[in-house]
């Protein structure tokens, strides 16, 4: 599975604020011309490789108006077992966390592509029914305050733990999933086929196959 779907991502770059930097102009933190690495080449400490592959994460929130608004953001991970931390500026979504505390947190995915991505570019502010106009539908959590978009097949219900600095941290109190993507009872990746942005050719890609075991594969060595 090595899709790759290629797409505008003006609103992300926008975030990712990525820039190439020739070798002979990158700089240390001192202004300081960086060394060579030797039979590599330097981009410096400013290159979207930093941070890539990131994880399409949609933040669905309610507005004051109890409308459904949803975002993508690029930056956000697992943050303690049951915690997950997401780095973005001030949207419609921040708004509606300081008025609900509570959002639910899904995975775009090979299937939702398109709708992912324009709930990137579009901000609640300007089309408040943007979750409708993309032809998704939501139901209500029915454990934290926030709806849950019924498209996305897996998704993180959450409280605000804090939300300070650009930084929202939230605490996960329950996932759920569908049964079309689970194996043995268990979420199967190879099922759900979420997709990451790739930000050094500002595309969508699609998660690959199994190549190892974690805590297995490296056995070998121990031996």
């Known amino acids: 599975m090595k899709k ?4 505008s991502l003006a609103a992300i770059l926008a975030l990712a604020g990525c820039k190439n930097t020739e070798n002979k102009n990158a700089t240390d933190m001192n202004n300081e011309p960086l060394k060579e690495v030797d039979g590599r080449k330097n981009f410096g400490p400013d290159h ?3 941070s890539t592959p990131q994880p399409c ?7 004051k108006e109890h409308n459904p608004d949803v975002m993508m953001a690029a930056w956000a991970g697992q943050y303690g077992y049951k915690q997950i931390v997401v780095s973005m500026s001030k949207h419609k979504t ?9 959002f639910t947190v899904s995975f775009a995915d090979i299937n939702t592509v398109e709708e992912s991505d324009y709930f990137g570019l579009v901000s609640g502010f300007d089309v408040p029914d943007k979750v409708a106009k993309a032809g998704f539908t939501i139901t209500p959590s029915p454990n934290v305050d ?3 978009i019924n498209e996305y097949p897996l998704t993180l219900e959450c409280k605000v733990i804090s939300w300070a600095d650009g930084v929202l941290v939230g605490e996960v109190v329950n996932m759920s999933a569908e049964e079309r993507i689970l194996t043995d009872g268990k979420v199967d990746l190879a099922k759900l086929q979420p997709i990451v942005f790739d930000a050094t050719s500002v595309s969508y890609r699609a998660i690959g196959d199994i190549v190892g075991k974690a805590w297995g594969s490296g056995k070998k060595f121990t031996e």
């Open 57 to 63: 994460v949609m933040i669905a929130t309610w507005d």
């Open 4 to 7: 790759i779907v290629i797409l």
């Open 146 to 148: 926030a709806p849950i």
């Open 94 to 102: 921040t708004e509606n966390l300081e008025l609900t505390g509570a």
């Open 48 to 50: 979207a490789l930093v």
